[in-house]
């Protein structure tokens, strides 16, 4: 066995965290810069739902192929899994609030690019 | 110059995520909140889905706070949209080329999967105590088809009237559980104000099932509304 699977999932977070922060804070576009907020919380999820793994778990559903004894024994943590599920959808509203900012920003200045709007630069 | 200052904060954030991930040692045993919601949920609450059980009745209040900053975004999606400066910009907006009507393939589409996906969103949200699933998931499902139904025909007109009615009676009855909850059983969204059944069964789990299905409305009809306001 190579690596284990949390770690390859840990990383893969990690690194849409970075890719996300650097389309933030380098491009000028907001909706480029959303997308990159939008990066760095599912690279947030992914590294969270990584860290509830625990070596040969399944998903904590007891059923015919989970018995209910061998649950300690054979799940995944469920907590991470349920905190992500919170999560995501605040996740959503956050980038629902961004593109109606967005769209708001546009109707005001006919442009997308934040070097426009110098109001609140210091 | 804010390109090599933004690849250094980058390249110092990467330094510090590289020691978490390799300090990182996978688990072998789950913690000991997690052993005891592993065997609790099944045994005391009748949920197979464990997820579904914590996020419904041990972490219940969370979800009714969730469920109101999604009403929330709803409003203020509304207000930011709607009001002053988005009303006079489609004026503005009307010189430039008419919409493409949708394609041949998104419209065709559409009418052999949008009744799928309504059903099997009912699916997800009605089996969330037993297997994946539940309220957030459905109603993200049920809400994906209607951005289907949107794209495919961009006249069509969403009662909003009905859905925020519909979403309304969705939060009151959730509270109304939750406070039954506080009366009949040992707090508030407790699920055992109805019979725990027999394990595994459709009908099992006391109220989880009523309010997988009440939080899967309301998701469902919070997010149409959102999605509805940015099409405006």
């Given at each position: ?52 793994y ?27 899994s ?13 980038t ?22 110098t109001?609140?630069?210091? | ?7 250094i ?20 045993v ?31 209040f ?17 207000m ?23 394609s041949?393939?998104?419209v ?7 009744p799928?996906a309504?059903l ?27 951005v ?12 909003h ?10 939060g ?61």
């Amino acid at each position: 066995m190579g690596l284990p699977i949390s770690h390859l999932l840990l990383v893969t977070g990690l690194v849409l965290m970075l890719i996300g922060m650097w389309g933030v804070l380098v491009h000028r576009n907001i909706l480029r810069i959303i997308i990159g907020f939008s990066l760095f919380g599912t690279g947030t999820h992914i590294v969270i739902v990584a860290t509830g793994y625990v070596t040969g778990g399944t998903a904590p559903i007891i059923d015919a192929a989970l018995p209910a004894g061998a649950a300690g024994a054979r799940a995944v943590d469920p907590i991470p899994s349920a905190l992500v599920v919170t999560a995501i959808v605040i996740g959503f509203s956050v980038t629902a609030v961004m593109l109606s900012y967005a769209i708001r920003l546009y109707a005001a200045r006919k442009t997308l690019s934040i070097d426009a709007f110098t109001e609140q630069k210091w | 110059m804010k390109r090599i200052r933004a690849a250094i904060v980058v390249l110092l954030f990467g330094a510090a995520f590289a020691g978490l991930a390799v300090g990182y040692s996978e688990r072998t045993v789950p913690s000991a909140l997690a052993m005891r919601y592993l065997q609790e949920v099944p045994a005391e609450l009748g949920a197979a889905n464990v997820v579904t059980g914590i996020l419904i009745t041990y972490r219940g209040f969370d979800t009714l706070g969730e469920v109101a900053v999604l009403f929330m975004v709803a409003a203020s999606v509304g207000m930011l949209l709607s009001a002053g400066a988005g009303r006079r910009a489609v004026p503005a907006g009307a010189s430039a080329p008419p919409a493409r009507p949708p394609s041949e393939l998104v419209v065709n589409g559409a009418e052999v999967v949008l009744p799928v996906a309504f059903l099997f969103g009912a699916y997800v949200i009605v089996n969330g105590h037993l297997s994946a699933g539940g309220g957030f998931q459905g109603g993200a499902v049920v809400a994906s088809g209607v951005v289907l139904l949107v794209l495919a025909r961009p006249s069509v007109a969403l009662h909003h009237g009905f859905l925020s009615v519909t979403e309304s009676l969705a939060g009151v009855f959730y509270v109304a559980l939750g406070i039954l909850g506080l009366i009949f059983a040992g707090g508030f969204l407790d699920s055992h104000i109805l019979p725990r059944g027999e394990f595994g069964a459709f009908i099992s789990a006391g109220a989880i099932p009523l309010i997988s299905a009440l939080l899967g409305i309301k998701v469902a009809a919070e997010l149409s509304v959102i999605i509805d306001r940015f099409r405006s």
